[in-house]
């Protein structure tokens, strides 16, 4: 069964920070981007954060760069997003997702309909 599965999230205070971990099954992640995304209640999913396979390029939304790092590890067919310095608007449902390439706008992959559960992240005092 191909499936995505997020963890890492919980509840931490501004300025603190997280390590997101998006676990591959069913299938080799290193044939493809990672990308990930978030939703706030109310709000629409929206793109954070996407690496290249082939040369590990990076792309990052412009709320967070400069505090959140993406990274894959293909041998152990996960994919990783270090949080720093989060903040109360970072508050979100986190998601991982695979697509064939990145591109700097980290749109949603056309069709895709294997989302796993997300991680909740939670930044508050």
């Known amino acids: 069964q191909v499936q995505l599965e997020e963890s890492g999230g919980g509840l931490v205070r501004p300025g603190g920070s997280l390590r997101l971990t998006c676990a591959a099954s069913?299938?080799?992640?290193?044939?493809?981007?990672i990308k990930w995304f978030r939703q706030a209640p109310g709000k629409e999913r929206e793109g954070v954060s996407c690496i290249n396979n082939r040369d590990t390029t990076a792309y990052y939304a412009d709320s967070v760069k400069g505090r959140f790092t993406i990274s894959r590890d293909n041998a152990e067919n996960t994919g990783s997003l270090q949080m720093n310095s989060l903040k109360p608007e970072d508050t979100a449902v986190y998601y991982c997702a695979t697509d064939v390439v990145c591109e700097a706008a980290i749109r949603l992959p056309y069709g895709y309909d294997s989302w796993g559960q997300g991680t909740q992240v939670t930044v508050s005092s």
């Open positions: 069913g299938f080799t992640l290193k044939y493809y981007a």
